[in-house]
């Protein structure tokens, strides 16, 4: 049975879709951008951007009773693939290995124009 996960401590979906849907043991989380919640504040470089992403996947996560470290599977939507070196060097700051299968795609354009996205699976 399919169950919509709904976080407070992370931006709400800008759309029609869930932040995160948990079906038996697996949970998928839509693609977290680097917003602040409360505020609505885009930070400016991949760096901020990475960490708010990752910090809004940790919120979801916990609602969703799991932690980052239940992620198998990484799915990172780049602008700017020159800027990969960057947005991974933080990613290594949230994950420890076994580390999850990923992939990272460049792509033309994000929702407000942001940097990076960040789609996860997990089992929980």
Known sequence: MK???VCKEAPAAIG???QAVKNGGMLFVSGQLGLDAKTGLIP???TEQTRGALENLKRIMAEA???IGDV???TVFLKDMNEFAAMN???AEYFTEPYPAR???EVARLPKDLKVEIEAI???
């Open 3 to 5: 169950t919509q996960i």
């Open 65 to 67: 009773g799991g932690t």
């Open 122 to 124: 997990a089992m929980l």
């Open 103 to 105: 992939s990272t795609v």
């Open 44 to 46: 400016e470089g991949i």
């Open 72 to 74: 198998v599977k990484c």
């Open 16 to 18: 029609p879709y869930s």
């Open 89 to 91: 060097e933080v990613y």
